[in-house]
């Protein structure tokens, strides 16, 4: 059994038009939300490495995570280009391809992407849509990721900001 975590990054910024929307940064709700989580996290969690998209407004979100949850913090974490994606099939290419050996994936990321690849890994409607800093947790009966696909996992576990306030 594989245990996949997702979590999309927290509020961002609209303010600066100029940059790209790589570069956008997290605004106030964003950073209070993501130590937020990771209080929240921590209680119903194992420490463990995050997998990151490479925006600047998700690795805001990593370190407001860890702020909040400071056993997260003394991890080591994965920044990486390929999960700047919104595409759920890219993320599902990714997951296929992560070590078999590693029970637990933890991924910061993106919408409509994380939203996607969860309904199809569960094979149904099963959220309308992963809010900002928002986390779902899917088990997945395989014993290699490369196993995962449409249909065979089940979302057992939900966490949202807004259920936290």
């Given at each position: 059994m594989k245990t996949l975590h997702l979590m999309r990054h927290a509020k961002s910024s609209w303010q600066a038009p100029?940059?790209?929307d790589h570069e956008r940064q997290l605004?106030?709700?964003g950073r209070s939300d993501a130590p937020l989580m990771g209080v929240a996290l921590a209680?119903?969690?194992s420490a463990q490495t995050?997998?990151?998209s490479s925006a600047v407004r998700a690795r805001q979100t990593l370190g407001g995570l860890c702020?909040?949850?400071p056993a997260m913090s003394v991890q080591s974490h994965e920044i990486?280009?390929?999960l700047y994606t919104f595409d759920y099939q890219d993320l599902l290419a990714w997951l296929q391809n992560y070590p078999q050996e590693s029970e637990s994936c933890f991924l910061i990321g993106h919408n409509p992407g994380l939203t996607d690849l969860c309904n199809q890994l569960v094979g149904r409607l099963s959220i309308d849509n992963l809010p900002t800093a928002g986390y779902l947790q899917l088990?997945?009966?395989v014993t290699d990721w490369s196993d995962a696909n449409d249909g065979i996992a089940t979302l057992v576990d939900w966490q949202f900001p807004r259920d936290l306030r």
């Open positions: 100029g940059l790209s605004n106030d709700r209680k119903i969690l995050v997998h990151c702020d909040g949850w990486d280009d390929a088990e997945i009966p």
